[in-house]
């Protein structure tokens, strides 16, 4: 827990204004890579500020700062405030206006195993003898094992007697394999980055990281001979660490309240969504149930309170198919009328807080994975998510995986290289035929969703089974 | 900023114990953004900040770690002795690196850019005035940036500069926008005017009826931003000679089987003629310029210094992702008033969007149109077109698809911000490319 010493200079800078609050961030980074038997550069990284926000006549302005003294936190409340004055008579609302939430609560990552318990020299044992274990043929031509933690403590400051507290750990363990045979390489990896979560060490044997290696080195070999993934319309089984980009891409962004609003179409883009779809737009099946979930307390972005100090609860975004509410915090909710939840985040206290994906998931079916395989007569098992692009509207996508095996007549055939699809987001959804059940269900993520301007990278978390579409456009290689 | 990190260098310096060295490289920022949504203001903000990585050597063993300075001496000092203890725990755990390399000559330097970037909110309200009645979104970031070296050797080097960064794009409706961009080290408000006149303009030749077409094969013409989005693909991985020797590398038939580009293909590191530092974080300088392909010929890669021990080579100063930051395409002849009638029956790009690779080890890229795209018939601009996702190989893109490169190029500044304010940008032509694929 940290000490008074940042309310205290909260207390004493805050200038006299129709709102001020500050968001103070504590970070660590460590991470370590075994990288073909050798251990590469620790990382270390620890990193201390503040923002500072300020409404007041109307307008807003935000400061941010490392110096921690009075005149540090002084000079960015004072640069906040010209801002919010010098803008006042040209902003996009009346910020003024905004009720901005002044609550107070704390949360904390459930870990037990924790970072520390485990010595610097034991986790470079434990990564040498997993990178020692990746190298199984001659055609293994790199290969890494690696750990990466971060810890991070957010105390978030409102004139109004706000004050949150929340201490947010995680891990993510990562394996990668790359096979080369003269102008063919193939690379598998452990989930590739999709295996973060708030847990301490204990998640290295929940997610199976010990024992995983031998596996992907043998599916790295195993695509070096494969022939190409066929092209055409086939029945697309998607495993949950490809669904984590799916549901991504052309659910979580396009239902991104500043996008509707047309914050980010300088850069990240538009939507195809607009307002009046909500309550009447027909997205997916009646099998797609999709939560916006900060409960789930071991899932990368859970959270008690979002950035802008709302209180954060599990909320259906999509429900048997049909739309329901849009991904927005306090202030877009105020500029659209609409309902949202508690999203508003940021990446550090560089940068000030915007509507983000924080766990966005899809809830489980009633289908296994033995039964969903067993439907298909002619179709495409893809696993692990390796290339991902779609359009500004966040509707004509491409997505690549690592790893495609057919489905024919039933069952799991012929292994197949360079596995990709592309769909529309709008029609895509529909054609959802089953849900994986609870025993296909994972708990992932990923550590780098861009977005904003100025540009911030967040962690976005993502719980799906597996789930099956049909009449995909599917297609392989050159 | 630099005497207080030469202070800071030599509190470390004085901390260490026999045998160790220590290499440091800082790298900060105080500016000011301002995100216009409507022609009206979204966000507005000022961020100072200042990271410093260290990293403490002692033999073959080495430890990194990274911390931000608060610009109070006393806390500053404490932070890195702090730091340096840390690490100095961390070697007696850890092997030998046999791929340790860090720069022991000392080569000391310093520049500074000269500019004159004007008060920020001041811009912010000219560019509020001068937008009235467009739809008018993006950010203006603007201020001043800073790199530093020093190590306990007394190497020092510096480099400063200031600019400011206007990234905006005009909406008509839905996703029928210009993009352009005013970028510089003084604001011109007549060169600023004159960008938004012609954004405008080119506008309106957004309100027509839009045309959609089917997947196929088509001459484009890329316009130089256009052509960024695939230089920044080439830059992941194309130049790196770690991927190249792990494989990974999009150009992997170039190197492998002997493909080439077309003659006319030729790209570097311009780091003389770029605005990143000409230093990297473990003190080795960067040549002034890189040949990287040379007329359709791989040749030099960027070599990073643990690259470099690992694979036997001398380094080329290269950071440690071996990417360009300051990637320069020779021009071709192409004029201007060439550009329509080359293109002849075609697409007209301004912008790509969202590309990544469908398969890396060919070079095969995927990527969407964005902004002002329009059908071109017998030379003449017709009509908008919706968007459509392209996917194509970057050999073939630069090899026996490419008609022409164009005489004029432009340098695009990055408007990067993911943790700071990037220093990278790119010198391009435009580039006419025949049966560019089409597919969705």
């Not at chain 1, 060490?201 to 080195?217: C, H, P, V």
């Not at chain 1, 190409?228 to 891409?249: F, K, T, W, Y």
């Not at chain 1, 990368?300 to 975004?317: K, Y």
């Amino acid at each position: 827990m940290l000490d008074g010493r940042i309310k205290k200079l909260f207390n004493e800078t805050q200038p006299q204004v129709d709102f001020a609050s500050l968001r103070y961030h504590r970070d660590s980074e460590d991470s370590a890579t075994v990288r073909q038997d050798v251990l590469q550069p620790l990382a270390t990284r620890r990193d201390e500020g503040v923002m500072v926000t300020v409404h007041h006549r109307g307008g807003t302005g935000y400061g941010a700062t490392s110096e921690l003294t009075e005149t540090g936190i002084r000079a960015a409340f004072a640069r906040a405030t010209a801002w919010a004055e010098r803008t006042a008579a040209a902003t996009v609302t009346d910020f003024s206006r905004l009720q901005m939430p002044h609550l107070q609560g704390t949360f904390r990552s459930p870990i037990k195993q924790p970072w520390d318990s485990l010595s610097l020299g034991a986790k470079v044992e434990l990564l040498t003898t997993l990178s020692r274990g990746l190298k199984a043929s001659a055609k293994i031509v790199d290969w890494s094992a690696s750990l990466w933690h971060q810890r991070s403590e957010r105390l978030y400051l409102t004139s109004g007697g706000g004050e949150i507290y929340q201490d947010f750990d995680r891990l993510m363990p990562m394996l990668s394999v790359t096979a080369n045979d003269g102008t063919e390489t193939a690379t598998r990896t452990f989930g590739r980055m999709a295996i973060c979560r708030q847990q301490g060490l204990e998640l290295l044997d929940q997610s199976g990281f010990r024992t995983a290696g031998q596996q992907i080195a043998e599916e790295a070999l195993a695509l070096l001979v494969a022939p190409n993934c066929p092209a055409g319309p086939r029945d697309l089984l998607l495993s949950p660490d490809q669904m984590v980009l799916q549901i991504h891409e052309s659910i979580g962004h396009p239902l991104e309240l500043d996008r509707i609003l047309g914050d980010e179409r300088n850069y990240a883009g538009t939507s195809f969504v607009t307002p009046e779809m909500f309550g009447s737009y027909q997205y997916g099946s009646k099998l797609l149930n999709v939560t916006f979930d900060p409960s789930r307390a071991e899932q990368t972005a859970s959270f008690a309170f979002d950035d802008e100090g709302r209180p954060a609860e599990r909320a259906h975004l999509i429900k048997d198919g049909l739309l329901l509410r849009p991904l927005g915090g306090t202030v877009s909710q105020a500029r659209s009328g609409m309902p949202g939840v508690a999203n508003s985040r940021a990446d550090s206290w560089r940068r000030p807080a915007i509507d983000r994906m924080a766990n966005l998931n899809i809830e489980p079916g009633s289908s296994t994975l033995a039964d969903m395989i067993a439907g298909v007569e002619r179709g495409v098992y893809m696993r692990t998510n390796c290339s991902w692009s779609i359009d500004d509207s966040r509707n004509k996508f491409q997505f690549g995986c690592e790893w495609a095996q057919l489905i024919e007549d039933g069952r799991l055939t012929q292994v197949v290289k360079k596995p990709n699809y592309r769909g529309i987001s709008a029609s895509f959804w529909r054609s959802l035929k089953q849900v994986g059940d609870a025993a296909s269900f994972e708990v992932l993520g990923t550590p780098y969703c861009g977005k904003g301007e100025p540009n911030q990278a967040v962690f976005v978390g993502h719980a799906t089974p597996a789930c099956l579409f049909s009449d995909v456009d599917v297609f392989g290689g050159e | 900023m630099q005497q207080y990190f030469n202070q800071l260098a030599a509190t470390a310096t004085a901390a260490l114990r026999p045998r160790e060295v220590f290499t440091a490289f800082v790298s900060g920022e105080d500016s000011d953004f301002c995100r216009f949504n409507g022609a009206k203001v979204r966000q507005a903000g000022s961020v100072k900040q200042c990271k410093l990585e260290l990293r403490l050597i002692d033999g073959r063993r080495n430890a990194q770690g990274e911390l931000s300075l608060s610009g109070v001496r006393g806390e500053d000092e404490q932070r890195v002795l702090h730091m340096l203890g840390l690490l100095r725990e961390q070697l007696k755990q850890l092997p030998e690196d046999p791929y340790l390399l860090y720069a022991t000559e000392v080569h000391s330097s310093e520049r500074r850019q000269i500019s004159d970037i004007p008060d920020s909110a001041e811009v912010v309200s000219r560019i509020v005035d001068q937008a009235k009645g467009v739809d008018l979104v993006g950010i203006y970031a603007s201020g001043s940036l800073y790199r530093g070296f020093a190590n306990s050797l007394g190497q020092r080097n510096w480099f400063e500069t200031a600019n400011f960064n206007f990234d905006f794009s005009l909406y008509l409706r839905a996703d029928k926008a210009v993009k352009t961009g005013y970028a510089g080290f003084a604001w011109d408000e007549s060169a600023f005017a004159a960008k938004l006149a012609t954004a405008k303009a080119q506008l309106a030749v957004l309100d027509q009826p839009v045309r959609s077409i089917t997947p196929g094969q088509y001459r484009v013409y890329l316009a130089p931003q256009a052509l960024a989005e695939v230089a920044e693909m080439l830059s992941w991985g194309g130049f790196s000679l770690k991927a190249q020797k792990t494989k990974q590398t999009p150009l992997l038939k170039m190197i492998e089987a002997g493909v080439r580009m077309a003659p006319s293909v030729t790209m570097i590191e311009d780091t003389a003629g770029g605005s990143a530092a000409d230093f990297n974080d473990l003190g080795y300088t960067k040549p002034a310029q890189v040949k990287l392909i040379d007329a359709g010929v791989y040749r030099d890669a960027l070599i990073s210094p643990r690259s470099a021990q690992e694979y036997g080579v001398a380094t080329n100063g290269a950071g440690s992702d071996e990417s360009p930051q300051s990637l320069s395409l020779a021009a071709g002849s192409l004029s201007d008033e060439q550009i329509l009638p080359t293109l002849g029956d075609g697409i007209y790009l301004n912008n790509l969007w969202y590309l990544n690779f469908s398969d890396r080890p060919a070079g095969r890229v995927t990527g969407m149109t964005r902004f002002a795209s329009f059908w071109v018939d017998h030379g003449e601009i017709k009509q908008p077109l919706n968007v459509m996702r392209f996917d194509e190989s970057i050999l073939r893109l630069f090899g026996d698809k490419l008609v022409g490169l164009t005489a004029k190029r432009e340098l695009l500044p990055s408007s990067r911000t993911y943790g700071q304010r990037s220093l990278e940008g790119v010198h391009l032509p435009g580039a006419v490319i025949d049966d560019f694929s089409l597919t969705l």
